[in-house]
């Protein structure tokens, strides 16, 4: 069994940062990519961003220069810093990674619980 456990979230004014982060914890698994989402109120889930084991990133659109994402192997943990942030930014953020647990070859998504962040104007 595979727990991810998210911790950081927070009300902040605009133009603030907040830091993320995200950890599994469990039986013994390999990682492939981690990645971030976020869901606002009557919104459909979106991507923000993705880190693949090697370290190669991938950002929204709207949140490239402002966010970045990180991730240590040894810890099975993935970061999010927020910096600059709006208003629009205000969603609950999720964390997924995608686990295969040896021998399969198959990997399998696992989503933490979530995570607030609400940005004042």
């Known amino acids: 069994q595979v727990q991810l456990v998210e911790s950081g979230g927070g009300l902040v004014q605009a133009g603030g940062s907040l830091r993320l982060s995200c950890a599994a914890s469990g039986m013994m698994f390999n990682i492939n990519v981690m990645s971030w989402f976020r869901q606002s109120p009557g919104k459909q889930r979106e991507l923000v961003a993705d880190?693949?084991?090697?370290?190669?990133?991938n950002y929204a659109d709207s949140v490239k220069g402002r966010f970045t994402i990180s991730r240590d192997n040894a810890k099975n943990s993935m970061y999010l810093q927020t910096n600059s942030l709006q208003p629009t930014d205000t969603a609950v953020y999720y964390c997924?990674?995608?686990?295969?647990?040896?021998?399969?070859?198959?990997?399998?998504?696992?989503w933490g619980q979530g995570t607030q962040v609400t940005v004042s104007s």
């Open positions: 997924n990674m995608a686990i295969r647990f040896a021998p399969s070859p198959y990997y399998t998504d696992y």
């Open positions: 880190i693949t084991r090697d370290g190669i990133t």
